[in-house]
Antibody, heavy 117, light 107 residues
Framework: EVQLVESGGDLVQPGGSLRLSCAASGFTFTSYWMHWVRQAPGKGLVWVARINNDGTRISYADSVKGRFTISRDNAKNTLYLQMNSLRAEDTAVYYC??????????WGQGTLVTVSS | DIQMTQSPSSLSASVGDRVTISCRASQSINNYLNWYQQKPGKAPKLLIY???SLQRGVPSRFSGSGSGTDFTLTISSLQPEDSATYYCQQSYSVPLTFGGGTKAEIK
């Protein structure tokens, strides 16, 4: 069974940093591109970032470019999102998701990031 | 960036009704259009990919159509468990973008 389990969400002050992790199991992690997608409370889905199998091709939404870094450790079957210079508008549930081109076919349960003083 | 516009933003229909949700892209995306269902407090679930291909395990009452800029998700006979928010998403180019969502309620 495919599992994506996010962790690391927390309450953080504006300007602070946080690292999210996503532990993958039940599939060959190295065969898949991966995404982070977020959802602010009561709002819609917003794509954040994508990384290819070996971490050499990365794309970001303009809203997080220069502040967030997506990475992966294929030896640990883990996806990461390093978030710096956090803003109130980054408050959201962050989902780790598996790319199954042309769609996203597996999603984690999400981890809540709250940016507030 | 490609903008995705869904309509309606909400709908209310009876069990057994045929329901259609529209999604329009700001430029042609060929058939790189996917549909997701999300229930409150849960992660999204893939329903339709490539505009019209039904994801494994999804009931056949769900179907998708369209290409280019105009797409439709149809539920042929609405069931109580279909109460959810539905999102379209384009995978033609990054940044990937989602529609604003359609909240479907059962009367």
């Amino acid at each position: 069974e495919v599992q994506l389990v996010e962790s690391g969400g927390d309450l953080v002050q504006p300007g602070g940093s946080l690292r999210l992790s996503c532990a993958a199991s039940g599939f060959t992690f190295t065969s898949y591109w991966m995404h982070w997608v977020r959802q602010a409370p009561g709002k819609g889905l917003v794509w954040v970032a994508r990384i290819n199998n070996d971490g050499t091709r990365i794309s970001y939404a303009d809203s997080v470019k220069g502040r967030f870094t997506i990475s992966r450790d294929n030896a640990k079957n883990t996806l990461y999102l390093q978030m710096n210079s956090l803003r109130a508008e980054d408050t959201a549930v962050y989902y780790c998701a598996r790319d199954w081109s042309p769609a996203i076919d597996q999603w984690g349960q999400g981890t809540l990031v709250t940016v507030s003083s | 960036d490609i903008q995705m516009t869904q309509s309606p933003s909400s709908l209310s229909a009876s069990v057994g009704d045929r329901v259609t949700i529209s999604c329009r892209a700001s430029q042609s995306i060929n058939n790189y259009l996917n549909w997701y269902q999300q229930k409150p407090g849960k992660a999204p679930k893939l329903l339709i990919y490539g505009a019209s291909s039904l994801q494994r395990g999804v009931p056949s009452r769900f179907s998708g159509s369209g290409s280019g800029t105009d797409f439709t998700l149809t539920i042929s006979s609405l069931q109580p468990e279909d109460s959810a928010t539905y999102y379209c998403q384009q995978s033609y180019s990054v940044p990937l973008t989602f529609g604003g969502g359609t909240k479907a309620e059962i009367k």
